[in-house]
């Protein structure tokens, strides 16, 4: 789909709840799906288009962890980094991804595959330390297991 239809869309999702109250979240989440991200432009055309300023959409956007200013990869890779899986030597595991991929925490490899993120928690304290690629989580690891693991999403 190119920019130009999804403005379109997006600009029609508007136009059909223009008027319900407390909308601006469902706009964003709405353009977040199209466009991937909630970049600048994509701000801007929000902010236009509901007669707000734009500094509450920048507002918005930016509070709320679900949305992104950038967009990421067809993979998020996140290790956990809540108290039990940093204990257990998480951050070695970020070290071994970030050298296999490339990237820093926060980051999204060139060709778009993988974004790496450190949540605070992930919730599985059991596994630590962990790893999780979208829905999938990889728990007790160690570093030298990143690259088997990683092959799978190449």
């Not at 999804?6 to 999702?13: A, V």
């Not at 070695?92 to 778009?112: N, Q, R």
């Not at 790496?116 to 979208?134: F, H, T, W």
């Amino acid at each position: 789909m190119q920019c130009c239809d999804k403005y379109q869309l997006l600009g029609s999702f508007i136009d059909e709840h223009k008027e319900e109250k407390g909308i601006l979240i469902s706009v964003l989440h709405k353009a977040q799906e199209l466009f991937g991200e909630l970049n600048e432009d994509v701000q801007t055309f929000v902010a236009d288009n509901l007669g707000i300023p734009l500094i509450e959409v920048y507002g918005v956007s930016t509070f709320y962890a679900q949305f992104t200013l950038e967009k990421k990869g067809k993979y998020i890779v996140g290790v956990c980094m809540g108290t039990t899986c940093y204990v257990l030597k998480a951050q070695e595991i970020i070290d071994e991804i970030k050298e296999e991929l490339g990237i820093e925490v926060g980051e999204t490899t060139k060709d778009g595959l993988f974004t790496l993120e450190a949540p605070r928690c992930i919730g599985a304290c059991g596994l630590a330390p962990l790893v999780s690629i979208n829905d999938e989580i990889y728990g007790k690891l160690q570093p030298g297991d990143i690259k088997e693991i990683l092959k799978q999403y190449n």
